[in-house]
């Protein structure tokens, strides 16, 4: 049975960094397409960032330039390179991993907290 472990949130000032880590565990996931998603309290769940499978990368405008998402397939694992945080970027951080054959698992979640 596979399981996505999430990892790397937590409390930071401003301008700081964080890099966030999400890893199909328990069985062989060959990850075809990634995401990271975020809810802050009161609002809409956003796409963050996400990565194809031609590792093509796209992300939302609030984060262009700060975030970066990259994949290590040796390690079933997909990361979130947060820089210069914001206190707005302050939310549960969710991945999604999809298979080739279209099978998705989501991650249980981590909290990143930026304060000013």
């Known amino acids: 049975q596979v399981q996505l472990v999430e990892s790397g949130g937590g409390s ?12 199909a565990s328990g069985r ?15 609002k809409n769940t956003e796409l963050v960032a996400g ?16 975030f970066t998402i990259a994949r ?7 990361h979130l390179k947060m820089n210069s945080l914001k206190p707005e970027d302050t ?3 969710y ?3 999809q298979r080739y054959d279209g099978f998705s698992l989501w991650g249980q ?7 000013s």
């Open 51 to 66: 990565i194809r499978s031609d590792d093509s990368t796209h992300y939302t405008d609030s984060v262009k330039g700060r």
């Open 91 to 93: 939310a549960v951080y």
């Open 109 to 115: 979640g981590t909290q990143v907290t930026v304060s």
């Open 95 to 97: 991945c999604q991993l």
């Open 28 to 42: 062989s996931f060959n990850i075809s397409v990634a995401n990271w998603y975020r809810q802050a309290p009161g």
């Open 12 to 23: 930071v000032q401003a301008g700081e960094s964080l890099r966030l880590s999400c890893t």
């Open 72 to 78: 290590d397939n040796l390690k079933n694992t997909v």
